[in-house]
């Protein structure tokens, strides 16, 4: 009997994550068609429900070519993919930001770069024509960053992209308009807030977090035949 309720119990996660319940795993949904910014905490710049990519009725516009930055009130950003739409501007300045496992400096400065987390990761994307013309996933120590790798960039300005960026455990995947991007293992930081970086002008829109399942709650297949060899031999 007792070997029965082990097999119930460690089932139980992977049949709530079945289709039956699709968006369990979802943290956070903005797609600023209600003309609302929700659970969002513009850290500079100013930010304000405009005009939509890809024909939709809002996305969330810089006010002005400057640095913005925002954070997500509140969500973690372990073992999660992060994921957003972005159009930027400037061919020669523009540059989009995702952080994560980041900390908020939370200091007044009239300088954005007195706003930018200390610590954390961000993984950055700009046109190929910009003057920093490489993507990058970078680990910030204290300000300081370390490239965990650079890759060549292929975005135009004013063209719409998605990036995506999963962290799981130690590992942070990113992925530009749904093909691999850059890849990095890292676990010097594991927890922290959600931020985005845009400059140059542009745009974002459809940002989604969802949580990516813990691998141990993954192989329920395996559970299963181990339980079974359990009662066989039992
Ligand atoms: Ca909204
Ligand atoms: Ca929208």
Redo the contacts with the bound molecule.
Sequence with gaps: MKMLWITVAYSIPVIVGSPFHVHANVLYSE???DGSADGIVVDYGSLSVGA??NG????YVPDNRGHHFFTLSGIRSDDVSIQA?FRLDDAGVSDFEVYFAADDPAVSSADWRGLRPNNGYFARVNPLSSDDPLGKITRLDGGNGTNLIVVPNTISAGETHTLRVDRVGARIDVFLDGRPFASAIDGTYTAGEIEFLIFGGGAI??ILVTAIPEPAMMPAVFTLAIVGLMQRHG
């Design positions: 797609t600023f068609e939509g990519l939709s009725t809002g996305a739409e829109d459809d």
